[in-house]
Each structure stands twice: as C-alpha cells, then as structure tokens.
C-alpha cells in the first residue's frame, strides 16, 4: 500500500511538468495581446507599448519567459495578476473556498442520489421504476449545462420567483469570511436570514452542477449492482437468513461501490470543468468564474497559475481516491 | 414424523424461451441424523430443487408442492420473513464455489459471526469465542488469525471450511450441501467429504449431499435419490442400488465410475446429454440415451413400486435385466 501510495505520487512529477507546458502554450496561442487589451479603447503609443512589453518580460523569447515562470512556481511563486496586480495564488485561495463549496455540495448530491436511484433501479430491474431512473439518467448525461443552467433560471428565478439569479449571498447581508465557505460563514455571522439566503444562492448552480456526475454515478451503480447481484456470495448472504435490507445494502453494494468509486473520482474532474460553466451561469464568484475572465483579458500568469492549480487539485483528488480505493478492496490492500 | 418432508416439488422457470420445467414433481424425505444422497449429471435440477426449499430462487421461478414441511412446520405457507428465522438457523447450505461463495469484501470473522447475531443476537466477546470454537470444529490451523483475514488470502479448501463453519454456527438441524468438494483439489476432497459426515454424526444432524458423482455417494450416503432432468428416476438405499440398480439411467451412472468402467471396458461415460430446455422428448426424458428404450418408452412412462425402488421406467432393471422388455434376446447379444 505504501509502495502504491509512493508510486502514485512520484507519478505526480511528470504530469505536473506536463500540465505546466500545456498552460504556459495554451494562453500563447490565443490570439490577442495582454497589453492591447489593459490599454482598451483608448489605444497606446509604440514606446509605452515596448516599455510595458519589458515590464512583464513578455519580450523574451518564449523558452526563457517558461523557464522563468518554472522557476518561479518551484519557490512557490505564481506570479501576479496583469489586471489586478494582486499575486495569483492569493486570488486562487480567496476564490478557491466559493468553487470547493459549490462542487462539494453537488458531488455530496450526486452521490447521495445517484447510489440510491442506481441500486433502486437494479434491485427493480425492468420495472418502470428502472425504466424512470435510467431514462432521466439518460437525459441528464446529455444535458447540455449551460441550456439547463438557463432553464432553471427562467423557470425557479423568473417564472417563480423561488431562487436569486446570481452570486453567493444577498446585498444585504455583509460579514467578513471566516472559512470561506458561504454556508458556514453565514451561519457564524449570526444575522438573521444569512443562512438561508445562502442555501438559496447554492441551490441552483448545486443542481446544474450535480447533474452530469449524477447521471454518470446513477448508470455506473446499477450496472456495478446487476453484476453483483448475480454472484454467489450474495446468494450465500441470503441464505444465513439476511433480511434483503442487509443483502443489497452491505453485501451488494460493498462490493458494487468499488467500480463506483473510481467513477467518482473520474467525476471530480468534469465536476471542476462543469464549475467553469456553472460559475460562469450563476456569476459565481468562484476560480470557473476567474478562469474564464482572465482567460478573456489574456491575464497570462492568472491562467498558467490556475489551470496549473486545478490541475494539481484534479490529481490529488484523483489520488486520493486511489487510495480510497485500495482501502475498500481488500484484494489490493496488503 | 420426518426432519423434512417434501412431496411432489416442482419448479417452472418463466424463460424468454417460454416456460421450463427444472423440478418435476420430486419428493423426497431427510430426518435427523440421517444422510440423503441426490446424484444426477448437471442439469438434473438438484441444486434448484433444494434453492427452492431454501427459497433462494429468483422471481422467474414458480414454486409448487403438496407437502413442504419441515420440523413440522409448514414452509409453503410462511411468509418471508418467517422462513429467514428458519434459513441460516436450522436449515444452512453449503455450496460448490466456495471462493467466490465468501464475500470477498468482509473477513472470515464478519461473515461468521453475521450469522451469529443476526439469529442468535450474540455479543461481540461470545460471537469471537464461537467463531473460534467452529474454525477449530472445521479443522482450521490458528483460527484467531483467520478470524481477521479475507477470502482471497484462503485456499479453495479453506474457504469450504469457512463455509461449513458459518452454515454450522447456530446447528443447524439440516445441512444441504450442493457439491460440497466438486470445485476441490482431488485430494482435499475427502478430507472435506469426512469432515462432512464426521460434523454430521456429531450434531445428529440431517445432511442432503448433492453430487454428480456415484463414487461420493458410496462412501458416503444411507440412502440415494437418483434425478434425471428434473424428475427422481430411482430410490434406493446405497447398498442395494450398486447391488442392484433399477433404472437404466442409475446403471449408465454406475457403469462410468472408474473402478467399474475398467472392469467392463466401457466408456467412463454416458453418450449424450440431460435434455434442457427445448430438447425435452416426450415419454420417458432419458429414452434418447437409453440402450433399452422402445415405442412405448418415447410415448409414456410409468412410475414402479417399491420393490424396483420406484424406479421411472417402463422396463426396471432386476440384476441387469429389464423387466418385461420386448426386445431382451437382442439386447444380450449386444453387451
Ligand atoms: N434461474 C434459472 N432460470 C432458468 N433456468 C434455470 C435457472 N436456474 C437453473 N435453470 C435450469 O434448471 C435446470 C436444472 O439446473 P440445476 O438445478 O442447477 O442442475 P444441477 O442438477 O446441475 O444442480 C438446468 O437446465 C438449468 O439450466
Ligand atoms: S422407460 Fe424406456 S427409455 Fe426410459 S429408462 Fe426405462 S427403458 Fe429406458
Ligand atoms: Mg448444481
């Protein structure tokens, strides 16, 4: 298990190197220039663009602008936002607590229903019940996000008037953040009504969010469950006397939970691409929400940094559920 | 009155091929302290037979019969609640994978002591001190480290240990098992096969040995059903039916042991297959591979008394001979 656990992360290094030459081109080779576009409409002289040019380095050769950029993120500098000036890694934290909270609030949804709705649907194979889970399942993978994120909102916010539009919080509330997350900040602000303005600020972006690793996570627990279900140490289960409750549930779905584990662990990753677009949906002021911003004003250090940062955060989720997994499967844990 | 008596079980598959009759209208009896043998090719229907009365089949199957009794309760109409405080606890079955028989994600100690305090509501401290106690009863080395291992670190043999000593944690007054040793090493088969009956003598339990193999039921059995294609064919007590078999189907079986065979210089094995779904010929099921079959047999079939241990066949062997058959003279010339 160490040796795996070691593996993994050495693992680590290469993939690392590889997603920063990956974000350090893929900026580059948009069109658009960074500067031209802080000047806006008024324009620039030739010389002050030179000069700026100089400023940000931009007028080395490319080889030397990655080198230096590497060597920055090995001290652990990020560099800083062209727009903000403020340091990148400062803007990904203070952004950071809004995504983790929106995307740990759907993945909590789409695992809490899309089990339950997957072992339903086995347990009551070709009924119409398995019919209806795995119909809308259906639907929901091919949900195009940014369709569905207007539908709901014409529907809940405008027809009837349910959920806020945008943002985290209503106006009228305002408290310093404590951890960052809205729902918990909220509640230690003491003022009334925080709260729930917070809950209803989540609930729409949680559900646009949710829905494709839901429909992902709902197919993948069935057919992990049918497999199962068919294997002799469940028919060994029911025949100590085990109420059905105790047979589908622990010894079924134990053993159906670790395909389904490493489905998760995939999810995590459109989770935080699915974040991009919700964020950008809901104006919610998370790092989906930066990236793409920056990514329009051509803010070179704030993309390299980011897409490098979520990078890193996707494989370290990713390894932490190979972990997860060689503890659920005994036949890897030694 | 018997530990179990069933009369005319039958049990009817509902198939996309349309309705399939695995069971037809089998009886058989098992008291205590006592050892049922039911041999048959795969495909008889003996492990459906017996998934029946443990009421382990799934949805597809409909289930009939006039008598279910066991330990004077009748089984057909308890609901399924009841029957679990029965299955497990009275009534366990042993079965032939045993590796992929345990739950590969549990250990050895889980699975045993599941059984203990679901029916016997066991503490933690008394579940260990039992699961122990069976591990040692099953003949397992140092059973407290077994206690804390998984499945996959436990031999074939080992694992059917396991499965003995969880089918015997509350003894249980039946034992059904579905080839026990069929998946084993040849020579770990015996020593299960006598742990088996050594378990089974100690407990006074009852013990239904379900196997394909004839050589099993001579070391082991009192008494022998013989099945064919869902139907019991013969009945004898083990002595007399080697002595003596009274349908053709129990002579072919006799016939491909190894022993016999050799001194027969016969082929260890009966030409042809159990008819399934689909190729079920009319008359007598076995008539496609009887070397007595006639007219008559692929139309009807009649059932015998006792003195031919109610053998199903028109024409029931009496020291090799089929009683009442047309065609005998011929026949000899062909042995
Ligand atoms: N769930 C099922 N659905 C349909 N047919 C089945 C099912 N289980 C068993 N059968 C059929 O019933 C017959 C008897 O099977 P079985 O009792 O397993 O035979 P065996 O004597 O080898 O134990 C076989 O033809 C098998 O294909
Ligand atoms: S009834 Fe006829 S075919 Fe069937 S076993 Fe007897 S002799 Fe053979
Ligand atoms: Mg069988």
Not at chain 1, 7 to 25: C, D, E, K, N
Not at chain 1, 246 to 251: D, F, K, Q, S, T
Not at chain 2, 89 to 98: C, G, L, S, Y
Not at chain 2, 152 to 161: A, E, I
Request: hydrophobic share 45%.
């Amino acid at each position: 298990m160490l040796r795996f656990f070691l593996y993994r992360v050495a693992l680590l290094i290469p993939t690392f190197i590889g997603v920063s030459i990956v974000a350090f081109a893929f900026i580059r080779l948009l069109p658009g220039d960074p500067i031209m576009l802080l000047a806006g409409e008024r324009g620039m002289s030739a010389e002050r663009y030179q000069e700026l040019q100089a400023v940000y380095g931009f007028d080395r050769p490319y080889l030397v602008q990655y080198f230096d950029y590497a060597w920055g993120i090995l001290q652990g500098d990020f560099g800083q936002s062209i727009v903000t000036k403020r340091p990148v890694l400062e803007e990904f934290f203070t952004l950071f607590p809004a995504t983790i909270e929106l995307s740990l609030c759907a993945i909590i949804l789409a695992v809490g229903i899309g089990i339950p709705a997957g072992v339903l649907a086995a347990v009551k194979r070709g009924s119409w019940l398995d019919q209806t889970i795995m119909g809308a399942a259906l639907t929901g993978y091919s949900m195009p996000i940014f369709w569905w994120g207007l539908l709901l909102i014409i529907f809940f916010s405008g027809t009837l008037g349910w959920t806020p539009v945008s943002g985290r919080i209503s106006l009228l509330y305002y408290f310093e953040p404590v951890t960052g997350f809205m729902l918990i900040d909220s509640l230690l602000s003491g003022q009334a009504g925080a709260f729930k303005s917070a809950v209803s600020h989540l609930i729409l972006p949680t559900v646009v969010l949710a829905t494709i690793p839901l429909a992902v996570i709902a197919r993948q627990t069935r057919s992990a469950m049918l497999e199962v279900l068919g294997e002799d140490y469940v028919r060994t289960a029911r025949s100590k006397g085990l109420a059905p409750r105790r047979v589908i549930g622990l010894h079924a779905l134990r053993n159906a939970l670790i395909p389904v584990v490493t489905t998760i662990g995939l999810q995590v990753g459109v989770l935080l691409a699915g974040a991009i677009l919700t964020e950008t949906i809901f104006s919610w002021p998370g790092i989906g929400k930066w990236m793409v911003d920056s990514v329009f004003k051509r803010d070179y250090a704030v993309v390299q940094g980011g897409l490098l940062l979520i990078a890193s955060l996707i494989m370290i989720v990713n390894l932490l559920v190979d972990v997860l997994y060689g503890l659920i499967n005994p036949r890897i844990r030694k | 009155m018997a530990l179990l008596e069933i009369e005319n079980l039958s049990v009817t598959f509902a198939t996309s091929g349309g309705e399939f009759r695995a069971v037809d209208e089998v009886s058989l009896v098992c008291d205590r302290g006592e050892i049922l043998s039911i041999v048959g090719e795969s495909g008889s229907g003996k492990s459906v037979s017996m998934l029946a009365l443990m009421g382990l089949l799934p949805w597809t199957a409909t289930v009939t019969a006039d008598t279910m009794r066991f330990d004077g309760r009748d089984i057909l109409s308890m609901s399924d609640r009841q029957r679990r405080e029965i299955i497990g606890r009275d009534i366990a079955m042993i079965f032939q994978e045993p590796m992929s028989s345990l739950n590969p994600c549990f250990t050895v100690g889980f699975q045993i002591g599941e059984t203990l305090r679901v029916h016997l509501g066991m503490g933690r401290a008394e579940r260990r001190e039992r699961s122990i106690e069976l591990l040692k009863l099953v003949g397992i080395p140092a059973p407290e480290k077994r206690l804390s291992q998984f499945p996959h670190q436990l031999s074939g043999g080992m694992s059917q240990r396991v499965m003995i000593a969880m089918a015997l944690a509350c003894n249980p007054k039946l034992l059904i098992a579905d080839e026990p040793t069929t998946a084993l090493d040849v020579t770990i088969q015996a020593q299960i096969l006598d742990l088996l009956i050594g378990l089974q003598k100690k407990n006074d339990m009852g013990l239904i040995l379900i196997t394909h193999d004839m050589g099993v039921v001579a070391e082991t059995a009192e008494r022998v059903q013989v099945q064919y294609a869902g139907q019991k064919v013969e009945e004898q007590r083990v002595r007399e039916l080697f002595d003596d078999p009274h349908h053709p189907y129990t002579q072919a079986l006799l016939s491909a042991l190894p022993e016999r065979a050799t001194r027969h210089g016969r082929l260890p094995s009966i030409p042809g297959v159990v008819p399934g779904q689909g190729d079920r010929p009319a008359g007598c099921l076995f008539s496609p591979r009887c070397r007595f079959a006639t007219d008559l047999c692929r139309q009807t079939v009649e059932r015998q008394g006792p003195e031919f241990g109610y053998a199903l066949c028109n024409y029931p062997l009496k020291e090799g001979v089929p009683t009442g058959h047309p065609g005998v003279p011929e026949l000899e010339s062909a042995r």
